[in-house]
């Protein structure tokens, strides 16, 4: 079930959102992806979120059983992990 929420900061810059090589290979590593492009996976997670939290200088976006930390200030895709 799709929760509604007030856009964010996030969502207004989602093409913004990018992650580096070490980033990527961690992703994709801990969700067990593969998808050819982990940005655009990445994207639709967000657009398509359960919920999207800010604490300190992340957002974190909960979405189909995962949570994707991304840092609030460079839109850089962190970490992201299965939810327990």
């Known amino acids: ?7 964010t900061d996030l969502i207004k810059n989602i093409d913004k959102i990018h992650t580096t090589e070490l980033g990527e290979q961690r992703i994709r590593k801990n969700l ?8 655009a996976w990445s994207k639709n997670r967000v657009e398509n979120a359960d919920s999207i939290s800010r604490k300190g200088k992340n957002w974190y976006v909960n979405a189909a059983g995962c949570i994707l930390t991304i840092n609030a200030y460079s839109f850089t895709i962190i970490t992201a992990h299965r939810k327990k």
């Open 1 to 7: 079930m799709k929760i509604d929420f007030v856009e």
């Open 32 to 39: 067990s992806l593969d998808t050819p492009d982990l940005i």
